[in-house]
């Protein structure tokens, strides 16, 4: 019982189902994927997609300061530049309002940042209500992210830093968890890489996640939990101490004086296993991700 009382709380820290009564709503229409709405309370604006009669968070902005990091999940995927600081080319599965992508374009100029987004609906609400931009160093495709990915193993292409946060409503969409997915994601990755995904870690999907890419990748730090959990999830033997991840942390803050603290992302480091290590994973043939996602924790 008291597992499920906490499952409920955590997620409703996720859930908003009205709006706040000191906002107001700047855009609500249906896409092909999403029924969306835009809100602004202050100078912060939140991007909400609704299913089922609840509204759940996808991403804010605030407009007084486009470079801070309101939601506390953005912050922590910056985990993945612990493990590569100086990133060539950065892949961002999930444009959302756009906050993530534009924040790593603008402190890493030198890296190509390239964001997979399904929704086009949602590149134009990003644009118009966001303060999103693209070009320069920063490009959107159009696409399914998993289609795309194949296409990008058949091109043989490399990634630096994989970041999977495609949201729809609530959940990620069956086919970008499983082991075939992550094992694609792993073909694209440059030697030394590492794939950052959000994870929820109140309903029984994570624990089949984390032994999915316990299948595919030999190294995992996490970030976060009580809800967004962030994982680092890297293709070799990598042993680093939360010194040593400070000492990364100061150092990448000193070089990109980041609007938040690095140094807090490492403060979430951790490193328990915190799910059953032994049982079944998400594979193609069978990934019933929308059921377990429903089921809190046991």
Request: glycine residues 8%; hydrophobic residues 40%.
């Amino acid at each position: 019982m008291k597992k499920q009382i906490a499952f409920l709380l955590a997620v409703g820290l996720f859930l908003v189902g009205k709006e706040s009564p000191c906002s107001r709503t700047l855009y609500e229409g249906q896409s092909l994927y999403h029924y969306i709405r835009v809100e602004e309370s202050g100078t912060v604006r939140t991007l909400r997609f609704r299913q089922k009669g609840i509204s759940y968070d996808e991403s804010k902005v605030d407009t007084a300061e486009p470079m801070r990091l309101v939601m506390r999940y953005s912050r922590l995927m910056f985990a993945g530049f612990l493990f590569v600081p100086e990133p060539k080319r950065v892949l961002v599965v999930g444009l959302g309002g756009g906050t993530l992508s534009g924040v790593i374009s603008h402190y890493f100029p030198k890296a190509k940042v390239d964001s997979v987004e399904l929704d086009p609906e949602v590149l134009k609400i990003a644009k118009n209500y966001f303060l999103f931009r693209d070009g320069g160093n920063l490009r959107v495709y159009i696409r399914d992210g998993r289609v795309h990915i194949k296409s990008l193993v058949r091109r043989k292409a490399k990634y630096d830093i994989i970041m999977l946060d495609a949201f729809r409503g609530g959940y990620i969409p069956y086919h970008l968890t499983t082991k075939e997915f992550l094992q694609e994601c792993r073909n694209i990755l440059a030697p030394g890489g590492v794939v950052v995904a959000n994870l929820w870690d109140t309903s029984r999907l994570y624990e089949y996640q984390r032994r999915t890419f316990a299948r595919v990748f030999e190294s995992h730090y996490a970030f976060g939990g009580g809800g967004n959990k962030i994982l680092a999830a890297i293709p070799r033997k990598v042993k680093l101490s939360k010194k040593e991840l400070s000492n990364r942390a100061k150092e990448l803050q000193k070089k990109r004086e980041f609007s938040f603290q690095m140094t807090m992302v490492v403060e979430e480091y951790d490193p328990r296993i915190d799910y059953p290590t032994r049982g079944q994973i998400l594979v193609d043939g069978h990934a019933p991700a929308n059921v377990l996602r429903s089921q809190p924790l046991r």
